[in-house]
């Protein structure tokens, strides 16, 4: 039977064939006829199944799901109907995230280590004990700074997370514990793309309006496989491509599942993407089809002006760097300007490099150029909304911590974390007490050999911490381990500003944790109370929460329009807030009860200013409006804007914060190191895959299955000229050292590329991830899937890059440069095994002394901005301000 026909009729026929068709309650026909989503009933009993909402956290996207629940146990998870942006779809991540609460390999106790640092012996403790022996540790340090009248000991309680979902929670901890040595992990997510706009329209992203676009130019980013917002903005941007037949053009070193979708797809030289955008812009402005009012009216530079700064520009010059043709630049760069509405989107392919700030802002500024702004079906602001955090709210310590901020790195306003170990080894920062929480440095990081080194050592770092509930190649190395949950089984407050509708929605445990575990939360609250027992220090009032639910309260029940819809009470129940609408069945798009579409609203930058906010207010020539000596609107044609919130209200093309520091203020091109590199020589890439998130799914058995080798992608001219054939053993080195993998062969490479995907190669993980999957379980597991110890069908795990990639930042906004790494590729030597790594610290802590040559401070940095019309000697000194933030 064509499956296309299988309709509810057919389906009816199919059952009342089948003996089981009589278990199907009446309900739950009327139910598969008249629900989208939102219902779910039993296979064996046909009673409904309680439905739980939650929010998502298999990747960092934050979509609203419902999970169902059957004798005490989530069986199926799917999208809430209700969340405007997720519209009642999940992923496949999203569809296996209840495996991550059935994780065999699940650590189910805090565990104390008994052998040497990763050696894998552990003591059973209790969670009473675990808090109090980390309220102990923290407490010798508190005990010290006040003894030495050293507050700048307090920084040595660190704390480092990669994902950080809890509305604020780590940051009331550490400052109320008087420490801001706090890391995030920005600097390898995305952090050059987020300086490349903030100071220019105030956030740090946008917003595209895919479904109402008619052209859409994707620099750099997988949108239908793992773009940030991966669900809500691949739905999107398929109603958009389908439904409204937008044209999409996508730029990529390689030919992933979205370039291969798109309509035109080009692989220009890694990190020449800025060279592409800034040609296309000298086209729009030359040929006359830029949006000169909108220039002169939002922008903070004249046409002339902008005209100037592309001449050298040329799409001959952009060919010349990038290869894309000059013709074929000219053309996109017509197209885009003409089509309307058009939008941009870009992630990681051009920000991840040296310099690639300036890359994000070109490619915005195409936006800007052509009136693209916060228009329908243009290139929108991000909406989302906040909580308040419970009063009282702790103050940020006393000292800056330096790691937390490398003060090389002023614009960097998301930090560097990389450096830290670094930083450490040269001695600029001290360590007593190393918390991580959802971070796997030792596995996420370039280098990430030099983390595995320093956090080994237990001079560096006397004590480490690990929250993780997964045995991570991080969390392996650590002193002590007090697991957190799932994230179906703990609370946090959550709004991501994954679609044109702005909403909050919540994390609840939607089963009763497994096995006694607890919430890190309520470990967070236990371990302040330990602490600080009486109060006497002035830090028990911070967490004077009855419980974890108790805190959510606090957040959450006092916002205007939700107080009234019943606060917390309420969220527990719908998961989201507010509802804008129905999913309409037809067209998929957030519809009111006429079946007319909920408008989401666009110009939200021309609120306008009230007549109070404009007394005393004075226009300036430049049409910013001033009170106070600060611009707080833009003046156009008799009205007062409040406009954007970047450097002034209007959008800053030409940044001063950059050229403060001697960066150029308009974006430009530059020649990075690996665009020199010898004839012989590949640039290494590495990306996401639709299935995978980072470290913490290979555990997880339905993508394992699906994906778990990696192999290297290769031109055939690129394979060929080194006689290697598909499959074959190959070496890949860079100057850290080499690892062994597969080759794979493919027309979708750059030929002066080779790429290799994240996720896989695991050397901890749980069994499953390493393939050890025979092994006996240890006594602080889960335990008990023999579906993974027997079925298991595949042999190979992947071989995994981050040892031998190098360190390189950006100097502006301080991003890892994870797609400069120039690779040598040769058939594997004999006595190579395949999954051999090898990677040499001393090599690492040169790239630390090259990449900070980079920065405004370095011996490099004058050299690559010439053109930069400063006084060089006026720079400001490097001052310490981190932690704060
Ligand atoms: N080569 C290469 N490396 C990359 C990238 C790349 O493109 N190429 N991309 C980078 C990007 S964009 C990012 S954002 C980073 C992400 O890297 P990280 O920030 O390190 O994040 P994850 O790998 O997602 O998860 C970290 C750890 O969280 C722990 N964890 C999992 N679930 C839970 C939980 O429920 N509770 C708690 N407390 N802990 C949990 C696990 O120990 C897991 O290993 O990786 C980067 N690494
Ligand atoms: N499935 C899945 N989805 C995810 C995640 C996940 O782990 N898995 N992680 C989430 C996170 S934390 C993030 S930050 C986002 C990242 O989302 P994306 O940025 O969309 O994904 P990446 O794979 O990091 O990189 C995008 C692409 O850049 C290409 N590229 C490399 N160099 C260049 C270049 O010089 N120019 C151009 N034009 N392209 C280049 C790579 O081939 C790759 O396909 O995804 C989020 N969504
Ligand atoms: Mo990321």
Same mark, same amino acid.
């Given at each position: 039977? %064509?499956?296309?026909?299988?309709?509810?009729?057919?389906?009816?026929?199919l059952?009342?064939?089948?003996?089981?068709?009589?278990?199907?309650?009446?309900?739950?026909?009327?139910?598969?006829?008249?629900?989208q989503?939102?219902?779910?009933?039993?296979?064996?009993?046909?009673?409904?199944?309680?439905?739980?909402?939650y929010?998502?956290?298999?990747?960092?996207?934050?979509?609203?799901?419902?999970?169902?629940?059957?004798?005490?146990?989530?069986?199926?998870?799917?999208?809430?109907?209700?969340?405007?942006?997720?519209?009642?779809?999940?992923?496949?991540?999203?569809?296996s995230?209840?495996?991550?609460?059935?994780?065999p390999?699940?650590?189910?106790?805090?565990?104390?280590?008994?052998?040497?640092?990763?050696?894998?012996?552990?003591?059973?403790?209790?969670?009473?004990?675990?808090?109090?022996l980390?309220?102990?540790?923290?407490?010798?340090?508190?005990?010290?700074?006040?003894?030495?009248?050293?507050?700048?000991?307090?920084?040595?309680?660190?704390?480092?997370?990669?994902?950080?979902?809890?509305?604020?929670?780590?940051?009331?901890?550490?400052?109320?514990?008087?420490?801001?040595?706090?890391?995030?992990?920005?600097?390898?997510?995305?952090?050059? #793309?987020?300086?490349?706009? @903030?100071?220019?329209?105030?956030?740090?992203?946008?917003?595209?309006?895919?479904?109402?676009?008619?052209?859409?130019?994707?620099?750099?980013?997988?949108?239908? @496989?793992?773009?940030?917002f991966?669900?809500?903005?691949?739905?999107?941007?398929? %109603?958009?491509?389908?439904?409204?037949?937008?044209?999409?053009?996508?730029?990529?070193?390689?030919m992933?599942?979205?370039?291969?979708?798109?309509? &035109?797809?080009?692989?220009?030289?890694?990190?020449?993407?800025?060279?592409?955008?800034?040609?296309?812009?000298?086209?729009?402005?030359? &040929?006359?089809?830029?949006?000169?009012?909108?220039?002169?009216?939002?922008?903070?530079?004249?046409?002339?002006?902008?005209?100037?700064?592309?001449?050298?520009?040329?799409?001959?010059?952009?060919?010349?760097?990038?290869?894309?043709?000059?013709?074929?630049?000219?053309?996109?760069?017509?197209?885009?300007?003409?089509?309307?509405?058009?939008?941009?989107?870009?992630?990681?392919?051009?920000?991840?490099?040296?310099?690639?700030?300036?890359?994000?802002?070109?490619?915005?500024?195409?936006?800007?150029?052509?009136?693209?702004?916060?228009?329908?079906?243009?290139y929108?602001?991000?909406?989302?909304?906040?909580w308040?955090?419970?009063?009282?709210?702790?103050?940020?310590?006393?000292?800056?911590?330096?790691?937390?901020?490398?003060?090389?790195?002023?614009?960097?306003?998301?930090?560097?974390?990389?450096?830290a170990?670094?930083?450490?080894?040269?001695?600029r920062?001290?360590?007593?007490?190393?918390?991580?929480?959802?971070?796997?440095?030792?596995?996420?990081?370039?280098?990430?050999?030099?983390?595995?080194?320093?956090?080994?050592? &237990?001079?560096?770092?006397?004590?480490?911490?690990?929250?993780?509930?997964?045995?991570? @190649?991080?969390?392996?190395?650590?002193?002590?381990?007090?697991p957190?949950?799932?994230?179906?089984?703990?609370?946090?407050?959550?709004?991501?500003?994954?679609?044109?509708? !702005?909403?909050?929605?919540?994390?609840?445990?939607?089963?009763?944790?497994?096995?006694?575990?607890q919430?890190?939360?309520?470990?967070?609250i236990?371990?302040?109370?330990?602490v600080?027992?009486?109060?006497?220090?002035?830090i028990?009032?911070?967490?004077?929460?009855? %419980?974890?639910?108790?805190?959510?309260?606090?957040?959450?029940?006092?916002?205007?329009?939700?107080?009234?819809?019943?606060?917390?009470?309420?969220?527990k129940?719908?998961?989201?807030?507010?509802?804008?609408?129905?999913?309409?069945?037809?067209?998929?798009?957030?519809?009111?009860?006429?079946?007319? &579409?909920?408008?989401?609203?666009?110009?939200?930058?021309?609120?306008?200013?009230?007549?109070a906010?404009?007394?005393?207010?004075?226009?300036?020539?430049?049409?910013?409006?001033?009170?106070?000596g600060?611009?707080?609107?833009?003046?156009?044609?008799?009205?007062?804007?409040?406009?954007?919130?970047?450097?002034?209200?209007?959008?800053?093309?030409?940044?001063?914060?950059? #050229?403060k520091?001697?960066?150029?203020p308009?974006?430009?091109?530059?020649?990075?190191?690996?665009?020199?590199?010898k004839?012989?020589?590949?640039?290494?890439?590495?990306?996401?895959?639709?299935?995978?998130?980072?470290?913490?799914?290979?555990?997880?058995?339905?993508?394992?299955?699906?994906?778990?080798?990696? !192999?290297?992608?290769?031109?055939?001219?690129?394979?060929?000229?080194r006689?290697?054939?598909?499959?074959?053993?190959?070496?890949?080195?860079?100057?850290?050292?080499?690892?062994?993998?597969?080759?794979?062969?493919?027309?979708?490479?750059?030929?002066?590329?080779v790429?290799?995907?994240?996720?896989?190669?695991?050397?901890?993980?749980?069994?499953?991830?390493?393939?050890?999957?025979?092994?006996?379980?240890?006594?602080?597991?889960l335990?008990?899937?023999?579906?993974?110890?027997?079925?298991?069908?595949?042999?190979?795990?992947?071989?995994?890059?981050n !040892?031998?990639?190098?360190?390189?930042?950006?100097?502006?906004?301080?991003?890892?440069?994870?797609?400069?790494?120039?690779?040598?590729?040769?058939?594997?030597?004999?006595?190579?095994?395949?999954?051999?790594?090898?990677?040499?610290?001393?090599?690492?802590?040169?790239?630390?002394?090259?990449?900070?040559?980079?920065?405004?401070?370095?011996?490099?940095?004058?050299?690559?901005?010439?053109?930069?019309?400063?006084?060089? %000697?006026?720079?400001?000194?490097p001052?310490?301000?981190?932690?704060?933030?």
């Amino acid at each position: 039977m %064509d499956s296309a026909k299988l309709n509810r009729r057919n389906f009816l026929k199919l059952g009342s064939a089948a003996a089981g068709a009589s278990t199907l309650s009446s309900s739950r026909l009327v139910a598969m006829e008249q629900e989208q989503g939102g219902k779910d009933y039993s296979a064996v009993s046909g009673a409904e199944r309680e439905a739980v909402p939650y929010t998502c956290m298999t990747c960092n996207i934050e979509d609203g799901g419902v999970a169902y629940v059957e004798n005490g146990r989530v069986v199926k998870l799917e999208g809430n109907m209700d969340h405007p942006n997720t519209r009642g779809k999940l992923c496949a991540k999203g569809n296996s995230g209840f495996l991550h609460i059935y994780d065999p390999d699940r650590i189910m106790t805090p565990l104390l280590r008994t052998g040497k640092r990763g050696e894998g012996k552990w003591k059973r403790i209790s969670y009473d004990e675990a808090t109090t022996l980390l309220a102990e540790k923290l407490r010798v340090v508190i005990d010290r700074a006040k003894a030495e009248h050293k507050p700048e000991v307090l920084n040595e309680m660190v704390f480092k997370w990669g994902r950080d979902r809890t509305g604020g929670a780590v940051k009331r901890f550490m400052h109320a514990l008087g420490s801001n040595a706090m890391l995030n992990h920005t600097n390898i997510c995305e952090s050059s #793309k987020k300086v490349g706009l @903030e100071p220019t329209w105030g956030p740090d992203i946008e917003s595209c309006d895919w479904a109402n676009t008619k052209y859409i130019l994707n620099f750099g980013s997988n949108i239908l @496989e793992t773009a940030y917002f991966m669900n809500p903005n691949a739905q999107r941007c398929v %109603d958009g491509v389908v439904g409204n037949k937008a044209k999409i053009v996508t730029f990529d070193v390689r030919m992933s599942n979205s370039a291969g979708w798109s309509d &035109e797809w080009f692989a220009p030289f890694p990190g020449t993407d800025v060279a592409i955008a800034l040609a296309m812009a000298h086209v729009i402005m030359n &040929e006359g089809l830029a949006d000169e009012q909108f220039i002169a009216d939002w922008t903070n530079v004249e046409v002339q002006q902008l005209k100037d700064h592309l001449k050298p520009y040329t799409p001959e010059f952009a060919e010349q760097e990038s290869g894309m043709k000059a013709s074929d630049i000219r053309r996109i760069a017509r197209e885009f300007a003409t089509t309307k509405p058009a939008t941009t989107f870009s992630y990681r392919g051009p920000c991840k490099h040296v310099y690639g700030a300036y890359q994000e802002a070109a490619i915005n500024m195409l936006n800007v150029i052509t009136g693209n702004i916060e228009v329908k079906g243009g290139y929108c602001l991000p909406r989302g909304m906040g909580w308040p955090q419970p009063e009282p709210v702790p103050p940020a310590g006393a000292t800056a911590s330096e790691i937390a901020a490398p003060p090389e790195y002023p614009l960097a306003s998301h930090a560097v974390s990389t450096h830290a170990p670094y930083m450490i080894r040269k001695g600029r920062a001290k360590v007593a007490v190393w918390m991580h929480y959802y971070d796997n440095p030792v596995y996420t990081y370039p280098s990430s050999h030099v983390w595995e080194d320093l956090l080994k050592d &237990e001079q560096a770092v006397p004590f480490l911490v690990s929250f993780s509930p997964y045995m991570s @190649e991080t969390t392996e190395l650590s002193d002590l381990i007090i697991p957190d949950v799932t994230y179906l089984e703990r609370h946090d407050p959550e709004s991501m500003p994954s679609g044109l509708y !702005p909403c909050l929605s919540i994390r609840q445990p939607v089963i009763k944790p497994l096995g006694g575990t607890q919430e890190f939360r309520q470990t967070l609250i236990d371990v302040i109370r330990k602490v600080d027992p009486d109060g006497s220090l002035g830090i028990k009032q911070y967490f004077a929460f009855k %419980d974890s639910e108790a805190w959510m309260r606090a957040h959450l029940d006092n916002i205007p329009g939700l107080k009234e819809a019943g606060g917390w009470d309420y969220m527990k129940k719908k998961g989201v807030w507010p509802i804008y609408g129905k999913v309409d069945p037809v067209t998929a798009k957030i519809v009111d009860k006429n079946g007319n &579409e909920v408008d989401p609203g666009y110009g939200l930058y021309k609120g306008e200013l009230s007549a109070a906010e404009m007394a005393s207010a004075v226009v300036g020539d430049d049409n910013l409006i001033r009170k106070d000596g600060h611009a707080i609107g833009v003046h156009v044609r008799g009205k007062n804007y409040k406009g954007f919130g970047g450097e002034t209200p209007k959008i800053n093309l030409y940044k001063e914060s950059y #050229k403060k520091y001697g960066f150029n203020p308009l974006p430009v091109y530059k020649r990075l190191h690996a665009r020199d590199k010898k004839a012989n020589e590949l640039v290494l890439t590495t990306y996401k895959v639709n299935v995978h998130t980072q470290s913490r799914t290979a555990s997880v058995k339905y993508l394992a299955e699906l994906y778990h080798k990696n !192999p290297a992608w290769m031109n055939p001219k690129t394979a060929g000229a080194r006689g290697i054939k598909d499959g074959d053993l190959i070496r890949v080195s860079s100057s850290l050292g080499y690892i062994v993998t597969r080759a794979h062969v493919t027309e979708g490479i750059h030929p002066d590329v080779v790429a290799i995907s994240t996720a896989c190669g695991h050397s901890a993980y749980g069994r499953l991830a390493q393939l050890k999957q025979q092994e006996a379980d240890a006594d602080w597991m889960l335990g008990g899937d023999p579906d993974i110890s027997n079925n298991v069908w595949w042999n190979d795990k992947g071989v995994h890059p981050n !040892p031998i990639i190098k360190l390189a930042v950006d100097p502006i906004g301080g991003s890892q440069g994870w797609y400069d790494t120039v690779v040598t590729v040769e058939k594997a030597q004999p006595g190579d095994k395949y999954g051999d790594v090898k990677a040499s610290v001393e090599e690492s802590m040169k790239d630390y002394e090259e990449t900070l040559r980079y920065a405004y401070v370095g011996d490099l940095h004058r050299a690559n901005h010439k053109e930069v019309d400063i006084d060089w %000697d006026s720079l400001p000194k490097p001052t310490v301000h981190g932690g704060g933030h």
